[in-house]
């Protein structure tokens, strides 16, 4: 079925191929729970929970709730996980490629938990594993997406290693996406002097400021950083992180590898690729007024 574009003084219809297809087009009832309504509905919620967090922080003279680096951290880790939500726009239109629904939500559950929940609501201080379960998760959607991508690329090329070669790929991905946190973070509390790397201790915390002296006595510096989980307490907390980042990638590679061998269509649409999602829509304004959308598509 093709749709014709006549001039302005025209009208736009479209041929019908048969009576029968009429009645059925007539009969079907369009799904409320579309695609990219429950996109939108989804980034709205956690935009305006990443929103609120932010205003938190810009406002905490007038409540106080967090130490100044504190604050600083909590503008900056929500500013920079909401940009997350704008990532499927962008591929469905530069790029044509959507990402599945459901993890796309999960992705942005975890952003928000580590966001909001971790640094709005201070719960990586108060939960000893928080930091190191969120790494953990951070190893599995790393290497879900790097997998996507890869697989949308090797699955239509010869070859009877695809899955393989993508999982390794995302694996890859995975390690690769840890260590650029890391260095993220390092940058962060480099340039703003906040806590991300997790490098002040518990013990002497300070308020989360790595621009200033640590909390305690002179005594009780000297006796934390004399041990060996003392003066190796910042580098190891970072490479633990990309550790469990790193185990938890290999575990979930495995995982998949197990579920793809007793179905072989798992994992098949991760990520797909539609030109016409990147289509624009031709607005035409007939004599009323009126604005029609016509989407163009590939013939």
């Given amino acids: 079925m093709e749709n014709l574009l006549k001039d302005n003084n025209e009208e736009i219809f479209e041929e019908p191929e048969n009576a029968e297809n009429t009645a059925a087009s007539k009969q079907k009832k369009p799904k409320f729970f579309t695609y990219e309504r429950a996109l939108f509905l989804t980034t709205l919620f956690f935009g305006l929970w990443?929103?609120?967090s932010v205003i938190a922080g810009a406002t905490n003279k007038y409540h106080n709730y967090y130490d100044e680096a504190q604050a600083r951290l909590v503008i900056i880790q929500n500013l920079r996980l909401s940009l997350i939500l704008f990532i499927p726009y962008v591929l469905e239109k530069f790029f044509g490629l959507r990402v599945e629904l459901k993890i796309l939500i999960f992705f942005y559950l975890f952003a928000f938990v580590a966001a909001v929940i971790g640094e709005t609501f201070k719960v990586y201080y108060r939960a000893e594993y928080f930091d190191k379960t969120l790494h953990a998760i951070s190893g599995f959607i790393a290497l879900y997406f790097g997998y996507g991508f890869a697989y949308l690329i090797l699955k239509n090329g010869t070859g009877n290693h695809k899955f393989l070669a993508a999982l390794t790929l995302g694996f890859l991905a995975a390690a690769g996406v840890a260590a650029i946190w890391e260095l993220l973070e390092f940058t962060t509390d480099l340039i703003f002097g906040t806590n991300m790397q997790k490098i002040i201790p518990p013990e002497l915390f300070n308020g989360g400021n790595s621009y200033a002296e640590l909390s305690g006595t002179d005594q009780q510096i000297a006796e934390f950083f004399r041990r060996p989980e003392g003066y190796k307490y910042a580098l190891m907390d970072s490479?633990?992180?990309m550790l469990v980042a790193f185990i938890a990638s290999v575990f979930f590679a495995i995982v998949m590898?197990?579920?793809?061998k007793?179905?072989?269509n798992?994992?098949?649409n991760c990520v797909i690729y539609d030109p016409d999602l990147r289509m624009a829509k031709l607005r035409n304004k007939n004599k009323s007024g009126?604005?029609?959308?016509i989407t163009i598509k590939n013939q």
């Fill in 266 to 268: 798992a994992f098949e």
């Fill in 290 to 293: 009126k604005t029609m959308e």
């Fill in 262 to 264: 007793f179905n072989k």
């Fill in 257 to 260: 590898a197990v579920v793809k």
């Fill in 239 to 241: 490479m633990w992180d």
């Fill in 50 to 52: 990443f929103l609120a």
